[in-house]
């Protein structure tokens, strides 16, 4: 199975500041299509989770353009140009290239 | 609007059974994989099957073959997970999501299964 490592655990963040999070994979998840099977998701508290990236740098849609996503080999980064208060949650990636499909054991970002 | 509403959880004995279900409206559901994802309490998320939208190609991940068993009735539009031989492990969300690894990705609100003697 394909082991997602996701980090930092626990991000402490300030209204208006960046803030970054960074997941690996422990394969490569290049499909022959050319394209990344790595998404992010964030899961506000007490909701489910939602789709922000797809395709490991494609924002889903209705996402905020503050939201970006990147990639190099197997490693991703999700990145937040101004975090607001409602940014606050869990963040998960999740590759889709290999079943099982693996996610990231998560990131909790919160307001300083 | 698109909604995904799973129901059927609920306090169940270990060794029991549950069947969850799960209506999707406001898309072409027959046009779409769906899966089922668990987050035990406190924990992350979980993937354990998925279905295409024929509905003949179905795949678990190794913890949930055996136990653990998707179907869909398009006519219902409606996606199902037949629990067999319920374990305390078993405690958790069970998420219904549509086109989970794709762009129309969307999750239900969930259902919660608790597994207690």
């Known amino acids: 199975d394909i082991v997602m490592t996701q980090s930092p655990v626990s991000l402490p963040v300030t209204p208006g500041e960046p803030a970054s999070i960074s997941c690996r994979s422990s394969?490569?998840?290049?499909?022959?299509?050319?394209?990344?099977?790595l998404q992010w998701y964030l899961q506000k508290p007490g909701q489910s989770p939602r789709l922000l990236i797809y395709?490991?740098?494609n924002r889903a849609s209705g996402v905020p353009d503050r939201f970006s996503g990147s990639e190099s080999g197997t490693d991703f980064t999700l990145k937040i140009s101004r975090v607001e208060a409602e940014d606050v949650g869990i963040y998960y990636c999740?590759?889709?290239?290999?079943?099982?499909?693996?996610f990231g054991g998560g990131t909790r970002v919160e307001i300083k | 609007e698109v909604q995904l509403v799973e129901s059927g959880g609920g306090l169940v004995l270990p060794g029991g059974s549950l069947r969850l279900s799960c209506s999707g409206s406001?898309?072409?559901?027959?046009?779409?994989?769906m899966s089922w994802v668990r987050q035990r309490p406190g924990k992350g998320l979980e993937w354990l099957a998925n279905?295409?939208?024929?509905?003949?190609?179905?795949y678990y991940v190794d913890s949930a073959k055996g136990r653990f068993f998707i179907s869909r009735d398009n006519a219902e539009n409606s996606v199902y997970l037949q629990m067999d031989s319920l374990r305390v492990e078993d405690t958790a969300i069970y998420y219904c999501?549509?086109?989970?690894?794709?762009?129309?990705?969307?999750w239900g609100q969930g259902t919660l299964v608790t597994v207690s003697s």
């Open positions: 394969q490569s998840l290049l499909h022959s299509d050319g394209n990344k099977y």
């Open positions: 395709l490991a740098s």
């Open positions: 279905i295409k939208p024929a509905g003949i190609d179905k």
């Open positions: 999740m590759q889709a290239l290999h079943s099982p499909l693996t």
């Open positions: 406001g898309f072409i559901f027959s046009s779409f994989w």
């Open positions: 999501v549509r086109d989970l690894g794709n762009s129309q990705a969307f």
